[in-house]
C-alpha cells in the first residue's frame, strides 16, 4: 500500500494500516528525533507520540505534502515540544553512544569516528538539516516544509552547516597530524 493510502485506512480506525506506516517508519523517525533530542529514550518517546498524533490527526491529512514530510513535521514538533519541555524540567542526559545522524556502513572506523566528532561540534539546527537533506534525501523544499521555514532559510542552513562542518573536520584533521 502507498502511504497516503496507509493514511487514509488510518483516518477509517484500521490499525492494521497504523503498524504498516509504523513499520515502515519508525527508525528514520526515532534517529531525526534522536538528532534532536540526542536521549535514546526522549526520541523512542517523541516516535510514540508521533504516531498517537498521526492516529488521533489522520483524518486532517490532505495530501498537500507527502507522507514522509508531514510525519518528520510532527516528530519534529514532538521533539521541540519535549526539549521546551527539558528546559523547564532539568534532568540528566544519557546520550546513546552511536550517533544518530551517520549511517556508517560505508566508512572505515577512524573516518566515522571523525565525522561523529565533527556532528556533535555543529550546533542543533546545523545537525537537524543535515540529517534530513543527506541521511533522509528530503528536498530543500520537503525540509522547509518540515522545518516551517522559507525555502531560503534551508539553503542558507544547509550551505553554512557543510562549511561548518569541513572546518572542524579541517581542525580536528590538522590536530592529528
Known amino acids: 500500500m502507498r502511504d497516503e493510502e496507509l493514511i487514509k485506512e488510518i483516518a477509517k480506525g484500521n490499525e492494521k494500516a497504523l503498524k504498516e506506516l509504523m513499520n515502515l517508519y519508525r527508525s528514520r523517525l526515532f534517529f531525526y528525533a534522536y538528532g534532536i533530542l540526542q536521549n535514546y529514550e526522549d526520541a523512542e518517546e517523541a516516535v510514540s507520540e508521533t504516531f498517537y ?3 488521533r490527526s489522520a483524518k486532517s491529512f490532505r495530501g498537500g505534502a507527502k507522507v514522509s514530510t508531514w510525519l518528520f513535521g510532527i516528530t519534529r514538533n514532538v521533539s ?3 526539549l521546551r519541555k527539558r528546559l523547564r524540567e532539568p534532568k540528566t542526559l544519557e546520550i546513546m553512544e552511536q ?3 551517520l549511517d556508517d556502513t560505508h566508512l572505515e572506523g577512524e573516518d566515522i569516528q571523525l565525522i ?3 556532528l556533535e561540534k555543529l550546533p542543533p539546527t ?4 543535515l540529517h534530513l537533506a543527506f541521511y533522509e534525501d528530503f528536498s ?3 525540509i522547509a516544509n518540515i522545518l516551517g521555514v522559507p525555502l531560503g532559510t534551508v539553503k542558507t542552513r544547509v550551505f553554512h552547516a557543510k562549511r ?4 572542524v573536520i579541517n581542525e580536528e584533521l590538522k590536530k592529528s597530524l
Open 126 to 129: 546545523h545537525r537537524e538539516v
Open 140 to 142: 530543500y523544499e520537503e
Open 164 to 167: 561548518k562542518l569541513l572546518e
Open 80 to 82: 521541540r515540544n519535549m
Open 53 to 55: 498524533q498521526v492516529w
Open 99 to 101: 550517533d544518530a545522524l
Open 116 to 118: 561523529k566528532e565533527a
